[in-house]
């Protein structure tokens, strides 16, 4: 082992050298999304468009914008390395983000798409007390976003540092004003065509990075396993440390699945299509997609780790590599397919950060105008022309913070909050959300406590956790001892809905849910 | 909408069968992820050797792809089952 570090080389690779096809591709990039911003502005006047892109989107559509929401640069270049650093212990990570689809599916998609206007606090508030319930949804909405936004801010400014060697700075910058621009301008419109194209060039980029990979293999995945277990041994095959702790696991798993039925940027799109059957097919494409996505990020890996290797990927003495192996994916486009290749996944990993933000950014946006402004500040009474204004601020305000923030924390290690982020979905949004839709007795003080318990929970036990308590302040033992929250956080969120609806009987929300049947079963008077 | 068209929608009894359909298909289909996708974890916690040689490959492949499958499978039932149900009950009660 000692002999490893020694003797190791730099790897030769033009991996951060700036480089003039990936800048143009990039840029080729802006380019025409900011023109489809601009085709997207001229339609994009009342609240129904700048929300939900006039509820026009088709099945299909909304199908490759979700899984173009939800598929990150972190995920891709993440799971790709650590599937190349850890092998199997990969796959088994990915899967925790796809089982949350069904779930949508089975639970929440045709419902909010029948109760729903803008936003998942809309059906939550549905039949409770608008102003309490519309706060503490916001919340929980905002608190999910924005941790999720300071990861993805600090990624993008990492990334494009050491890709295109640009500096931290102008790169979240940059980051900040052109995702701004799709929202502010394009409204929903833009934004779902930006998640679009992403989805094309990201799973069309991964789909030629494996094509090339295994046709060294004689286009056999296993011969490509079993090149990797004969290289670094049979264990990576095989379920690794990972899940040391069924517990740790369990907990993931919860914050995960369950979180992902609790995102507000992914539940906003579900307004976009015309009626729930549609929302029933986008939800069928994105699953299909996404399910493809981590089959694609586990070849990607092995084959990294086969024909770039372990020693590269994962030590930064090699010069590009690091803890994570985050160069994994870039590395064995380089290896495939040349420079030039590596240079167009470096672009499309950046444009897949662009929108990513910029869907977090809108949904952030329409949190504070729609159910922060109009249903709390204005009782529900406001223009469409005002409220349409008071969501562009807000989208600048956002974009504005969205920038200082990834200042703020740059250089911190943030891979944290999107774990935290998915527990706050989980524990906060998504068990209002649910007992709000099935559950007749779910009463406005029920709700809110439930939000309240789940957000405060998920934050107090993160800060408790090894994560931070160790990790951050170096202390010797964490006080709560698992990694991700929800194990806690989410079943406490549950019973303290319960318990607390069940001390304070709401006669009228009892009615409406009976009224409110034909709306959520038969789609009869959605908007 | 007028109230009582939809008041005799609901309390009809073609209505408290597509109700029953619904919630019982959901949470079926809910009862069954969870499982595949627990059981899965916990197999791992527990009982890793199961996954000997490449049986953890075929074992993860086949939950992401059971999973978009049991989607479908689910959207096969709403689109043509349950659907039915609904525009009978539109069109009997909200002409």
């Known amino acids: 082992m000692i002999f490893d570090s020694i003797f190791i080389q730099t790897y030769s690779s033009n991996l951060g050298k700036p480089n003039i096809l990936s800048i143009s591709m990039f840029f080729l990039f802006v380019c025409i999304t900011l023109y489809i911003t601009w085709w997207a502005a001229r339609k994009t006047k009342t609240t129904s468009e700048f929300y939900a892109a006039g509820r026009n989107i088709t099945g299909f559509q909304n199908g490759l914008a979700l899984a173009g929401d939800y598929m990150s640069a972190a995920s891709f270049l993440g799971i790709a390395g650590m599937v190349a650093l850890k092998g199997y212990d990969g796959l088994i990570y990915s899967i925790g983000f796809l089982v949350g689809w069904p779930l949508i599916m089975f639970l929440v998609a045709e419902p909010l798409r029948n109760l729903g206007k803008y936003t998942f606090a809309d059906v939550v508030a549905f039949r409770l007390k608008q102003k309490p319930v519309r706060i503490a949804s916001s919340v929980g909405s905002l608190m999910t976003i924005t941790f999720y936004l300071i990861a993805q801010m600090v990624g993008a400014g990492g990334l494009i540092k050491t890709l295109f060697g640009l500096p931290y700075t102008l790169a979240v910058i ?354 | 909408m007028p109230d009582n068209q939809s008041d005799q929608a609901i309390n009809s009894p073609e209505f408290k069968v597509l109700e029953k359909n619904r919630r019982q298909m959901s949470f079926l289909f809910t009862f069954l992820i969870l499982t595949i996708y627990f059981g899965f974890i916990l197999l791992i916690a527990f009982n890793k050797e199961v996954l000997k040689g490449h049986t953890g490959i075929f074992a993860a492949a086949g939950i992401i792809i059971g999973s978009w499958i049991l989607t479908g499978i689910y959207i096969w039932w709403a689109n043509s089952r349950y659907d039915q149900q609904k525009q009978a009950i539109l069109k009997k009660y909200f002409q």
């Open chain 1, 174 to 527: 940059l980051v900040g004003i052109v995702m701004t621009c799709y929202v502010l301008f394009g409204g929903m419109l833009a934004t779902t065509w930006v998640q679009i194209i992403k989805a094309i060039l990201l799973l069309g980029g991964a789909t030629i990075i494996v094509g090339l990979t295994v046709s060294q293999f004689h286009f056999n995945p296993f011969e490509l396993f079993n090149s990797a277990a004969s290289k670094y041994g049979e264990s990576v095959l095989q379920p690794g440390s990972y899940i040391s702790n069924a517990w740790d696991a369990l907990s993931l798993g919860i914050a995960l699945m369950l979180g992902t039925a609790g995102l507000p940027h992914i539940l906003m799109r579900f307004y976009t299509v015309p009626d729930a059957k549609a929302a029933r097919k986008s939800v069928f494409v994105a699953t299909g997609l996404i399910g493809y996505f981590y089959i694609l990020t586990f070849i990607i890996g092995f084959g990294a780790m086969v024909l770039v290797g372990k020693e590269v990927i994962g030590d930064p003495a090699s010069g590009v590599g690091d803890k994570g192996g985050n160069m994994a994916a870039l590395l064995l486009a380089e290896a495939t397919g040349g420079s030039g290749f590596m240079g167009f996944i470096a672009a499309v990993a950046f444009a897949t950060i662009l929108a990513v933000v910029a869907g977090l950014t809108l949904s952030g946006a329409s949190s504070l105008s729609h159910d922060l402004y109009v249903n709390v500040i204005r009782n529900g009474e406001s223009s469409e022309a005002g409220e349409v204004k008071v969501a562009k601020q807000a989208t600048l305000g956002l974009g504005i913070l969205s920038i200082i923030l990834g200042l703020i924390f740059k250089g911190q290690n943030v891979a944290f909050m999107v774990g935290l982020a998915f527990s706050i979905a989980a524990s906060a949004n998504f068990p209002s959300l649910f007992l709000s839709i099935v559950w007749k007795k779910f009463t406005t003080k029920g709700a809110v406590a439930s939000i309240a318990t789940g957000a405060s929970l998920s934050v107090l036990l993160i800060i408790l956790s090894p994560t931070i308590w160790i990790d951050i302040f170096g202390n010797e033992q964490a006080i709560f001892p698992l990694k991700n929250p929800a194990l806690i956080s989410l079943p406490a969120s549950f019973l303290v809905g319960i318990i607390v609806s069940l001390m304070s009987e709401e006669k009228s929300a009892q009615e409406k849910f009976e009224k409110e049947k034909a709306r959520t079963y038969l789609g009869v008077g959605s908007e």
